[in-house]
């Protein structure tokens, strides 16, 4: 009897954990709620900016790779931003979220800042560190994924995002 409430329970917990899928190419990007620092309130990562492309970018201030790719993310938002392009850029700081609103502006930052100061989206998107980046096309479909600092505006970069700002929706 106790044999079978134990093969009842793991079969409950494998059928309904609500653990997110795999976060891959080519499949919806996981819809996680977090803080967005300028406005006070919060979005969903991936419904919050439907219709637009959009690059998940998750960081953090003590992290030097973090640092060196914002710049990038800055001019290629600044370059598309007219167009439907998006950054939200999610901090996983455990810090205030006036420090890391701060540590953006200090950085000239004019993206979306946004704040998970439990880390709990490194949980929904399995990140391996970061920072780590999803570019998601505008029905909300991951297009591609960067695991470390990337250059967002290099040529191959702007090519991903013009031809997803390109696509029919």
Request: aromatic content about 10%.
């Amino acid at each position: 009897m106790l044999c079978a409430f134990l093969i009842a329970g793991v079969w409950l917990l494998v059928h309904y954990n609500p653990r997110p899928d795999i976060p891959r190419v080519g499949h919806r990007a996981p819809d996680y709620r977090v803080a967005r620092l300028a406005g006070g309130d919060s979005i969903e990562v991936r419904s919050g900016y439907a219709g637009h492309v959009t690059l998940i970018n998750i960081w953090a201030t003590w992290c030097g790779p973090c640092i060196e790719e914002m710049p990038s993310m800055e001019r290629a938002y600044q370059a598309y931003r007219d167009r439907g392009f998006r950054v939200a850029a999610v901090s996983i700081d455990s810090d205030s979220p006036a420090l890391v609103l701060a540590f953006a502006r200090r950085l000239g930052l004019s993206f979306d800042i946004l704040h998970d100061k439990a880390g709990e989206i490194q949980t929904w998107y399995m990140t391996v560190g970061v920072p780590e980046s999803f570019l998601l096309d505008k029905r909300g479909r991951i297009s591609y994924i960067a695991l470390g600092a990337d250059v967002w505006d290099s040529p191959e970069s702007r090519d991903r995002i013009e031809r997803l700002l390109a696509a029919a929706d």
